[in-house]
């Protein structure tokens, strides 16, 4: 599958062969299902994100995961699919990481299973122990991702205070760089709301922001 993967990429039908499994994703038989979304979360580097007509290849991958999930996998399965494919995502890639647990939120979207089989506050406990390990506990540089992609991290990430210990996770986080870098601490305010301290609903509108931009 990933050499398949990859060929497409080579010949430029990347985003064409997804496009067609998420036309035909519920033809798929559901014990392929972890295969394939393994496949496609640790293959994450390949895709591009440049808009095209459709959605990029970094996008459709993301929808095809959680359609499998949603749509094919077996209901009991579907909790532990998503731990995996959460799983496959490499230290440099949170941001899919994310992305995928965002699209899980009933919120807004047009899910038919995940809402109801699924622990929706375990899989955001999930990313967030990956967030904390790599971007406290070893210090990884959240800053230098693009602008958008630490930024909606970021506000991710601090939606969830009841997770835990996630809220002073994050102050330290941001005192770190900022004492690295004042920088980091402009670029966050310019796109926060001034004046406001870090409460839960600061954080919604910094996501909010940052899924516009």
């Not at 996998?73 to 959460?86: G, N, P, T, V």
Request: glycine share 6%; aromatic share 10%.
């Amino acid at each position: 599958m990933i050499r398949s993967l990859i060929e497409s990429k080579e010949q430029g039908k990347l985003s064409s062969l997804f496009q067609k499994l998420l036309i035909f994703v519920r033809g798929i038989d559901p014990a392929r299902v972890r295969s394939i979304l393994i496949t496609i979360a640790s293959s994450v580097p390949l895709f591009s994100r440049a808009d095209g007509n459709l959605w990029s290849e970094y996008d459709n991958a993301a929808t095809l995961i959680i359609w499998l999930v949603d749509r094919v996998a077996e209901k009991e399965r579907m909790q532990d699919l998503l731990f995996e494919a959460l799983e496959a995502v490499d230290d440099e890639h949170l941001h899919f990481a994310v992305k995928l647990v965002f699209s899980c939120d009933p919120i807004g979207s047009r899910l038919d299973r995940i809402p109801s089989y699924c622990d929706i506050g375990k899989l955001r406990e999930k990313v967030a122990a990956r967030l904390k390990d790599f971007y406290i506990t070893r210090r990884g540089d959240l800053s230098s991702l693009p602008g958008s992609d630490w930024i909606f991290i970021l506000a991710q990430w601090g939606i969830y205070f009841e997770l835990g210990d996630v809220k002073r996770d994050i102050e330290e986080l941001i005192v770190r760089k900022t004492n690295e870098s004042p920088a980091f601490l402009g670029e966050l305010l310019r796109r926060f709301f001034p004046g406001e301290g870090f409460g839960e609903e600061s954080y919604r509108g910094l996501a909010d922001c940052a899924i516009r931009t």
